[in-house]
């Protein structure tokens, strides 16, 4: 349940109307995890074999993603593999190269797009399964008002416990939205909400206005059924080379729900990586 991870924020505007974006390949061109992979090893968290495979995931995820089952068999991976790990040590890794990884994959129309709707007076909200470490300096670069993410259980040592709090993926993002919707007075009738992959249908069929970015062949059908518009973002930038068409400034993100340890889960798609390959020997 969102609320129950909510962290207070100073909002006295209480807008009516939110946009709500998926990140990894609906605002930025790669997996949000997977990108601070040599990071990862370089700080001790992931050995180089697991360097190596993740070009090979990578690949893998660009071209399709996982479904339902695979996704569920990477989250009992990821938790049990990434017990043990320091989160602050997860947060200074992402902290250090935020800007040097993510900034030049985020796409241009996304970020176009966060534009527009915040000049409507909309919030604009990230809801990602992936973990919170990578997912809130991401939506706070971004300038988000808010940000849904995987959590991960951390012990009194500072450490992740193998539990995940709260994880945000397919009908939970949903259940994030509507919760989000009766917290801050969103009509969801007129919010909009973006994603290229089908396990966000929840999320897509909760708002008025969906809209299918990207989208994987499962979801690219529902949308053509649907009548739903389909977008085709292809121009990653650089948000500094965009600053003379900035027409708003970003907002700090106001975090609402959180997430998986990022190492986690780039161990998790380490590992749906390898189960590729050895389903195709």
């Known amino acids: 349940m969102v609320g129950a991870y909510a962290r207070p924020v100073d909002n006295h505007s209480l807008p009516r109307t939110a946009a709500f974006f998926d990140l990894d390949k609906t605002v930025i061109a790669k997996s949000s995890t997977l990108t601070f992979s040599k990071s990862f090893y370089q700080g001790g968290l992931i050995n180089r074999r697991a360097v190596l495979r993740t070009a090979y995931t990578q690949f893998i995820f ?4 996982a479904d339902h089952d695979q996704m569920e068999r990477m989250r009992e991976y990821l938790s049990a593999l990434c017990k043990g790990w320091n989160q602050q040590q997860v947060k200074e890794i992402v902290a250090e190269t935020l800007h040097d990884l993510i900034d030049p ?6 970020a176009s797009l966060i534009e527009e709707h915040h000049l409507a007076g909309r ?3 990230i809801v990602s399964t992936s973990g919170a470490e990578v997912v809130e300096p991401i939506g706070e670069m971004l300038g988000a008002d808010r940000v849904v993410a995987t959590r991960m259980v951390v012990g009194d040592d500072g450490c992740f416990t193998g539990e995940i709090e709260y994880y945000a993926y397919g009908p939970t993002k949903a259940e994030a939205v509507r919760e989000l919707a009766a917290s801050e007075g969103y009509d969801l009738e007129r919010c909009y909400a973006y994603s290229d992959s089908a396990t966000d249908l929840p999320m897509l069929e909760s708002v008025g206005h969906p809209y299918a970015v990207n989208p994987d062949r499962a979801l690219r059908r529902e949308a053509l059924a649907r009548d739903w518009p389909i977008l085709d ?3 990653p930038v650089r948000l500094k080379q965009r600053v003379g ?3 708003v400034p970003p907002r700090p993100a106001l975090v609402a729900a959180a997430a998986v340890g990022a190492a986690a889960a780039t161990a998790g798609l380490v590992w749906y990586a390898s189960k590729r390959r050895a389903l195709a020997t």
């Open 62 to 65: 660009l071209a399709g993603g």
């Open 105 to 110: 994959i985020i796409y241009d129309e996304a």
């Open 123 to 125: 919030d604009v909200v």
């Open 233 to 235: 973002f292809h121009r």
């Open 245 to 247: 068409r900035l027409t």
